[in-house]
């Protein structure tokens, strides 16, 4: 049974950093293609940083600079490293598994589709003040 389970999330003021965290288990994480995803109250879930089975990233434009995102294969945990944060990325932050890596090799926009992504986390909540 996949299960992804995030933390890290948090309250911080404008500027701050916070590093979140998705332990996952029951699938090959090594395999695999992972993504983190956001939504804000009112808005759709969108995508914020990839990473494929082989290192490969990408990322929102709103986030490129200042988000890292990235993955410790023996751990079997993906990380979001959030740095300058501003409060529109205030918003449930959710980790995504795509097993099969369907989505290796495609393009950022086919990456970015949650419906590529069968597994999801239960989210963690990031609020970022002015």
């Known amino acids: 049974q996949v299960q992804l389970v995030e933390s890290g999330g948090g309250s911080v003021q404008a500027g701050g950093s916070l590093r979140l965290s998705c332990a996952t288990s029951g699938y090959s994480f090594t395999r695999s293609c992972m993504g983190w995803f956001r939504q804000a109250p009112g808005k759709e879930r969108e995508g914020v940083a990839v990473i494929d089975r082989n290192g490969s990233t990408r990322y929102a434009d709103s986030v490129k600079g200042r988000f890292t995102i990235s993955k410790d294969n023996a751990k079997n945990t993906l990380y979001l490293q959030m740095n300058s944060l501003k409060p529109e990325d205030t918003a449930m932050y959710y980790c995504?598994?795509?097993?099969?890596?369907?989505?290796?090799?495609?393009?950022?926009?086919?990456?970015?589709?949650?419906?590529?992504?069968?597994?999801w986390g239960q989210g963690t909540q990031v609020t970022v003040s002015s």
């Open positions: 995504a598994a795509d097993p099969s890596c369907r989505t290796y090799g495609a393009t950022t926009i086919f990456k970015f589709r949650t419906s590529n992504y069968n597994s």
